[in-house]
């Protein structure tokens, strides 16, 4: 129920964010990291100033939030009312949340009003974006595909498995799934060709990283692996 801050420099805690009534269950970092989104089993989310302790807006979204995203608007060009100057950094972004029924809330951050809500077929547990794109990885093994410049619906969906969706990080121009099951599969955008890097005898996936040469997974088991990005490229 609280957000800590803690300084690379030295290793100390000088800010803690207190607020949500449960668990936090994901934060994303605006910008510069001045300010910063958090969204909790509470059922809200809410916007925090990091330097002044502050709560900038506890937005009600009215379900239990597994995972949150911000993305830059594409149209940007008509500036919203900013309350205050610390806001400035929320300009054209908006904070993209997953919750436990299946919605998919977009909220306008300058404004911090729900501007879209779409409902999946089940809790949708991580989300990850691209500049054009945003994924949602569900419990029910779906992955769904947005265009970020319409989040009305889905562009497209993958379906291949039933297991829960983890983590999930985006790859070029695809993307990588960690499942329930153990199973890490590297995904076209088109979902048309996959290529699976476990078996389903591993321990459940449920962290994903990369760079520019290797894709890193963190399971259960206590283990970190890294595969070969060469290796996994698919044409």
């Known amino acids: 129920m609280q957000l800590k801050i803690w300084s690379c420099a030295d ?13 936090v269950t994901c934060t994303s970092i605006i910008e510069r990291g ?34 949150c995203a911000i993305i830059a608007k594409n149209d940007s060009s008509q500036r919203e009312c900013i309350r205050e100057e610390v806001d400035s950094d929320l300009h054209g972004k908006l904070l993209i949340s997953g919750g436990e029924e299946g919605g998919l809330c977009v909220v306008d951050l300058p404004s911090q009003s729900l501007i879209n809500r779409y409902k999946c077929d089940s809790a949708i547990n991580i989300l990850a974006n ?35 969706v983890l983590s999930l990080v985006v790859l070029g121009d695809g993307f990588v799934v960690g499942r329930s099951d153990g199973t890490v599969a590297v995904y076209k955008n088109k979902c048309s060709t996959s290529i699976y890097l476990t078996g389903p005898d591993n321990e459940r996936v449920s962290s994903l990283s990369k760079d520019d040469d290797y894709i890193y997974t963190g399971s259960r088991d206590g283990c970190i692996r890294k595969y070969s990005l060469e290796n996994t490229v698919i044409r």
């Not at 100390?12 to 668990?23: E, F, R, S, Y």
């Not at 979204?61 to 995972?67: F, K, P, Q, R, V």
């Not at 794109?133 to 498995?161: M, R, W, Y």
Request: aromatic share 4%; net charge neutral.
């Open 130 to 164: 691209s500049q054009k794109q945003l994924f949602a990885g569900c419990e029910n093994g779906e992955v769904k595909i947005f265009d970020i410049s319409d989040l009305s619906s889905p562009v497209n969906t993958t379906h291949d498995s039933n297991s829960p």
């Open 11 to 23: 290793g100390k805690c000088p800010v803690t964010l207190t607020g949500h009534t449960k668990a």
């Open 34 to 67: 001045r300010n910063i989104a958090s969204v909790s089993k509470d059922g809200t989310a809410r916007l925090w100033n990091c330097g002044s302790s502050k709560c900038l807006g506890n937005i009600e979204l009215g379900e239990s939030l597994n995972t």
